[in-house]
T-cell receptor
Framework: KAGVTQTPRYLIKTRGQQVTLSCSPISGHRSVSWYQQTPGQGLQFLFE???????NKGNFPGRFSGRQFSNSRSEMNVSTLELGDSALYLCASSPGAGYQPQHFGDGTRLSIL | DAKTTQPTSMDCAEGRAANLPCNHSTISGNEYVYWYRQIHSQGPQYIIHGLKNNETNEMASLIITEDRKSSTLILPHATLRDTAVYYCIVRDSQGGSEKLVFGKGTKLTVNP
């Protein structure tokens, strides 16, 4: 079974630009969650989508948004990029109900110049 | 905030068992304990999870105390490739959300 796939693996942008990251979950998984990892703040939850609906949201500004498609694939978008948005962005998928664990992709490393 | 407390770092000799403790004194009845590890520059890797019974899989064993206030992850024969940051997380299985709250984890170093 293929794992969680995130594209691209690396991305370089400049301040003020916007970026879209993509996540393909494990086949059959309906929940996709996004996390941001930085050296200072560690791993922080951004949001979760389940059946194309945002089910939970972390404490991030509105510049961070996401969506999920009918095939469970998900994208997250960051607008008006700031230097502090440089981070590893991780996607995780799970069946979405009960106690089954999430499985993570290897992330997209975003660098803002 | 994370609901778990873990030591910042631990060392283990290659071939020996690594026992990683985790305190979760405020755990509630519906919350499971999950363990993940993260090797540098990779995404967190799921290891094992449990509710109240001890669990074992091909990677590790999870021992949960009877009062469920703490647990121990056991890597029976640690190798150099087990060097990683290990995260212990509790999550409500009935909360309708998959949100994981990560703490700082334990940096395990396996020495030759």
């Amino acid at each position: 079974k293929a794992g969680v796939t995130q594209t691209p693996r690396y991305l370089i942008k400049t301040r003020g630009q916007q970026v879209t990251l993509s996540c393909s979950p494990i086949s059959g998984h309906r929940s996709v969650s996004w996390y941001q990892q930085t050296p200072g703040q560690g791993l922080q939850f951004l949001f979760e989508y389940f059946s194309e609906t945002q089910r939970n949201k972390g404490n991030f500004p509105g510049r961070f948004s996401g969506r999920q498609f009918s095939n469970s694939r998900s994208e997250m978008n960051v607008s008006t990029l700031e230097l502090g948005d440089s981070a590893l962005y991780l996607c995780a998928s799970s069946p979405g109900a009960g106690y089954q664990p999430q499985h993570f992709g290897d992330g997209t490393r975003l660098s803002i110049l | 905030d994370a609901k778990t407390t873990q030591p910042t770092s631990m060392d283990c000799a290659e071939g020996r068992a690594a026992n990683l403790p985790c305190n979760h004194s405020t755990i509630s009845g519906n919350e499971y304990v999950y363990w993940y590890r993260q090797i540098h520059s990779q995404g967190p890797q799921y290891i094992i999870h449990g509710l109240k019974n001890n669990e074992t899989n091909e990677m590790a064993s999870l021992i949960i105390t009877e009062d469920r206030k703490s647990s121990t992850l056991i890597l029976p024969h640690a190798t150099l490739r087990d060097t990683a940051v290990y995260y212990c997380i509790v999550r409500d299985s009935q909360g309708g959300s998959e949100k994981l709250v990560f703490g700082k984890g334990t940096k395990l170093t396996v020495n030759p």
